[in-house]
Every structure is written in structure tokens, then in C-alpha cells.
Nanobody
Framework: QVQLVESGGGSVQSGGSLRLSCVASGNTVKLRCMGWFRQGPGKEREGLATIDWLSKTTYADSVKGRFTISQDNPKNTLYLQVSSLNPEDTAVYYC???????????????????WGQGTQVTVSS
């Protein structure tokens, strides 16, 4: 089992930035893919970015150039730097981990097995 805990959300104005963090615990040694997702009000969950055990990254077109995913393996921590925020970025942001030993396949949420509780990001104009 793997537990994921996000932090770093908050309220910012348009153009602002945040760094979201996700600490993984439990049986993390078998994980090969992690990612960030979000769900805005009245919207479906959207894949933002994934990163594999070799630090290969994949981004959704909607966030390329604005969001950066990274990981600190010794700290079992996943990050998402979000920049140039606009009100459409308002959502609950989730960290997720894929099935044990499976690498990443795009930014689909169907590949993820473990989910955090989410952290709210609110962007005002």
C-alpha cells in the first residue's frame, strides 16, 4: 500500500505561482510512475503531468510551459510548480501513483492506483 499526502495549495491572484508537494509513504520502492491531476468545479478530472522512475516527463497540452513536475526520490516527494495561473486553473489538485512496476503512459488517470486527498488551488482575477 502507498499513502500520498499533498500540500501547498492556496489562493493566488492571476499570474501567480505555487509549488505543490506530495509526500509518498508505504511501499514506494515498487512505484515507477507518479503524476498530478486536477478537478475543477463542474469538470471532469484532468491529467496534468506524469513522471517516471527515470524522470521522463509528460505534460498535457493545456499546461505545457506553465507547469513543471519534478521529484526528489530520497525524500519520496513529488512536486508540481504551477506558474502563470489564471482563474481556469482553479481546482482541487491531486497527486497519484501508478500500479507497482508499471511505467507511465501519457497523462491518463486510468493508469493510477493510489490517490492523495487533494489540495485546493483558487485563482482570482
Amino acid at each position: 500500500q502507498v499513502q500520498l499526502v499533498e500540500s501547498g495549495g492556496g489562493s493566488v491572484q492571476s499570474g501567480g505561482s505555487l509549488r505543490l508537494s506530495c509526500v509518498a509513504s508505504g511501499n514506494t520502492v515498487k512505484l515507477r510512475c507518479m503524476g498530478w491531476f486536477r478537478q475543477g468545479p463542474g469538470k471532469e478530472r484532468e491529467g496534468l503531468a506524469t513522471i517516471d522512475w527515470l524522470s521522463k516527463t509528460t505534460y498535457a497540452d493545456s499546461v505545457k510551459g506553465r507547469f513543471t513536475i519534478s521529484q526528489d526520490n530520497p525524500k519520496n516527494t513529488l512536486y508540481l510548480q504551477v506558474s502563470s495561473l489564471n482563474p481556469e486553473d482553479t481546482a482541487v489538485y491531486y497527486c497519484a501513483a501508478g500500479r507497482e512496476y508499471y511505467g507511465c503512459s501519457g497523462t491518463s488517470d486510468r493508469q493510477m492506483r493510489y490517490w492523495g486527498q487533494g489540495t485546493q488551488v483558487t485563482v482570482s482575477s
